[in-house]
């Protein structure tokens, strides 16, 4: 067994609980070098073990049998230090370790990538596996893994019931055609592995909706994959969806739920990560925790589509240019309008609804007048779209004749029967996960949300 060190977290944690920290001395730790600065006698070393945003600061002097060795150890390389720890309630840092021994577990070799000054984003991006090693994305992929507990929390504490729903699938859920072939053997397609053609997963909506009709309340919090070629900051082929599932619930219902989750994200995370919050307050999009507590403060807009498109058109009537001037009812609205109605017009958070049926899903449940659908999509700044959800529909002719009109039923029979199978009201929705966090982080790029991003002619590593 290796020997145990004491992470940053837990030194940090048991000062806030108001213990005595010298009581641990002596102490090891173990982590990264961020900084090392030294004198002819004596050394200053940042050192960051992954446990905390933060790092700590290690002192060493001409007493350590290698402080030589130690004055040129390199940012990057890996050490295990055992010392005392030192309070210093004045400094910047409430506390200082000074080390009597410093051991290099893992040396660095001229090439690492990293340097001490600022690197771009995009520089990163070229080296994701060193990524985690900066500031921005040890904060980032910390915040991702609390959104992620944040996520289960919140559905776990409302009584619903996670369902893990297949990565391969014979449904193109979203019948959008933009579905990832698997195949064994290219040569043989129709023989292959399940004997028909299989792809991975566009949503696991069609799959947990028989558990919500059995447990009432479901989620899924999965991966799924879209081959769209979609070259945006939003866009991945690769992404993470959270998709709840609600017996007796309609779209009222729905929209509740989703502003429910996502103020209870944005508490999770401001309460959960101070230090990363700041970071991204101050470095990455200032005014982040001022705009997400504004979020908090009111509830969200509603806006329909139809009220949405005449918003669009007096703007465009007042001079305002888009890049698809075509805002007719029934369009699919772009990004650009999406931006236009929750940056200019809301200012925040809006849920549009009641978009028309014929630019939406074929499980959508028609409204009365026979024109749109139960649907929404709340849309924020700085994005568009991050959660789409709707009503579905529970009428079996209606569901039948939308299937057989766009061929999909075969296959599906299960599906379409769940509306004679003790069918009832039933509602859902779609988060993208890696969106979420780029709103709660002001992150720009979803490339910088993903450890290992996937995107269209672009796969590194
Ligand atoms: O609006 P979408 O396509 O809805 C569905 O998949 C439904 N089955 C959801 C449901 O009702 N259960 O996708 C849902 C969300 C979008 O709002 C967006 O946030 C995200 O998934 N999303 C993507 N995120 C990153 N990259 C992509 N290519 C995405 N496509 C959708
Ligand atoms: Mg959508």
């Known amino acids: 067994m290796q020997e145990k060190a004491i992470t940053i977290k837990e030194l940090y944690d048991e000062l806030k609980q108001g213990k005595d920290l010298l009581k641990s001395n002596p102490v090891y730790i173990a982590g990264w070098v961020r900084t090392n600065r030294a004198s002819k006698a004596v050394g200053f070393l940042e050192i960051n073990d992954g446990s905390a945003f933060k790092c700590v600061q290690v002192v060493y002097d001409e ?53 001490k000054k600022r690197m771009s984003l995009e520089y990163l991006r070229e080296i994701a596996p060193m990524r985690p090693r900066t500031n921005t ?35 193109d859920a979203e019948g959008a055609g933009s579905v990832f072939s698997v195949i064994t053997d290219a040569k043989d397609p129709v023989n292959d592995f399940y004997g028909k053609p299989v792809s991975l997963t566009v949503s696991g909506q069609l799959h947990v909706e028989p558990f919500a009709l059995a447990f009432g309340k479901v989620y899924t919090f999965g991966p799924t994959f879209r081959a769209e070629k979609s070259n945006t900051p939003r866009h991945a082929s690769e992404f993470w969806m959270i998709e709840p599932e609600m017996a007796f619930a309609d779209l009222e219902d729905d929209m509740e739920v989703m502003e429910g989750c996502i103020k209870y994200c944005i508490r999770y995370i401001l309460e959960n990560c ?110 568009g779209e991050i959660i789409g959800g709707s009503q579905r529909e529970d009428n079996y002719d209606v569901l039948k004749a939308k299937m057989d009109k766009i061929g999909n039923t075969q296959g599906l029979e299960w599906y379409l029967n769940l509306r004679k199978f003790g069918g009832c009201v039933h509602s859902g929705f779609g988060i993208g996960f890696d969106r979420l966090l780029m709103y709660i982080t002001g992150v720009a790029n979803i490339r910088d949300t993903e450890p290992y991003p996937r995107t269209s002619s672009a796969i590194k590593y």
């Open 137 to 171: 994305f040890n904060a980032l992929y910390r915040v991702r893994s609390k959104l992620a507990m944040a996520i289960h929390s919140f559905f776990q504490e409302n009584g619903f019931v996670y369902v893990h729903t297949p990565e391969i699938t014979t449904n």
């Open 274 to 383: 101070p230090d990363e919050m700041k970071f991204f307050d101050t470095f990455i999009a200032k005014g982040t925790i001022e705009k997400l507590e504004a979020v908090l403060a009111k509830p969200f807009r509603k806006m329909t589509y139809t009220e949405g498109i005449e918003c669009l058109q007096s703007a465009v009537k007042a001079g305002h240019k888009f890049e698809n001037p075509n805002l007719t009812w029934g369009v699919d609205l772009q990004s650009e309008h999406e931006r236009y109605l929750t940056e200019e017009v809301v200012k925040g958070p809006v849920f549009l609804t009641d978009y028309p049926k014929q630019i939406k899903a074929f499980y959508m449940k028609e409204n009365p007048d026979g024109k749109t659908v139960a649907a929404c999509d709340c849309l924020v700044p700085g994005e």
């Open 63 to 115: 007493k350590l049998p290698n402080f030589e060795e130690a004055s040129h150890f390199l940012t990057g390389a890996c050490l295990g230090i055992r010392g005392e720890i030192v309070l210093t309630p004045e400094m910047k840092q409430p506390f200082e370790i000074h080390a009597k021994e410093i051991l290099l577990l893992g040396n660095v070799s001229e090439d690492y990538p990293l340097q």
